[in-house]
């Protein structure tokens, strides 16, 4: 079975602070995406990495930045962690498409609260 | 943009009621996909089912059906007996053939009550 795993459930920050949130896949895949995901508005892409080193923004990358120097790990880094960053935070991998038909696997999600 | 629409936010039924998740898109591409996911309250999202746009065929598997109409731009998606622990938010999603962008609906929350 893939496996997503996110390093947190739970995550409480202060206003100001630089959070790291990590997500290590074990399937070899070439994709990952972070996503954020806010009552009444779904999943929204923030970043997605397409290969080491890669990244491409997604709608909503104001306030992020991402890391990923292995294949098997992407971080999302909040530079200075507002409160309107509170949401729950899913990362997501998937195989390089074929054919365009990208199944996408989820991590178990991190909600961050930032006070 | 291409929008995925569920209408639907939340829906509640009694255990063993048939139900039935909206899920309609907006489209300019000829090749596209659709999806189903699936998120529990453990938090992850679960993938379901992918159905391409060139394929209109229904689909059942077990008690699931879905019933993919591109006349009407929808993908619907059919619990039959509904179970309690059929109890989620479930997602439809589009993605354009050839990129990585997932279009995400923004969900319907299915309550199933004993």
Redesign the interface.
């Known amino acids: 079975d893939v496996k997503v795993t996110q390093s947190s ?1 739970y995550l409480v920050k202060r206003t100001g602070e630089k959070v790291f949130l990590e997500c290590v896949q074990d399937m070899d895949h070439e ?1 990952m ?1 972070w996503y954020r995901q806010d009552p ?6 923030i970043y ?1 990495s ?1 290969d080491v080193k890669m990244k ?1 923004k ?1 709608d909503i990358p104001e306030g992020y930045s991402v890391s990923r120097e292995k294949k098997e790990r992407f971080s999302l880094i909040l530079e200075s962690a507002s409160t309107n960053q509170t949401s ?1 935070y ?1 990362c ?1 991998s ?1 195989p390089t ?1 074929s ?11 991190t909600r961050l609260s930032v006070l | 943009a291409q929008k995925v629409t569920q209408a639907q936010t939340e829906i509640s039924v009694v255990e063993k009621e048939d139900v039935t998740l909206d899920c309609v898109y907006e489209t300019r591409d000829t090749t596209y996909y659709l999806f189903w996911y699936k998120q529990p309250p453990s938090g992850e999202l679960v993938f379901l089912i992918r159905r391409n746009s060139f394929d209109e065929q229904n689909e059942i598997s077990g008690r699931y059906s879905w019933n993919f109409q591109k006349s009407t731009s929808s993908f619907n998606f059919t619990i039959t007996a509904s179970q309690v622990v059929d109890s989620a938010v479930y997602f439809c999603a589009r993605l354009t053939s050839g990129t990585y962008k997932y279009i995400f609906g923004t969900g319907t929350r299915l309550k199933v009550l004993a």
């Open positions: 459930r994709n995406f009444g508005l779904g999943l929204r892409l997605f397409y491409e997604g729950m899913l997501a998937s498409p054919g365009g038909t990208n199944i996408q696997y989820f991590g178990a999600g």
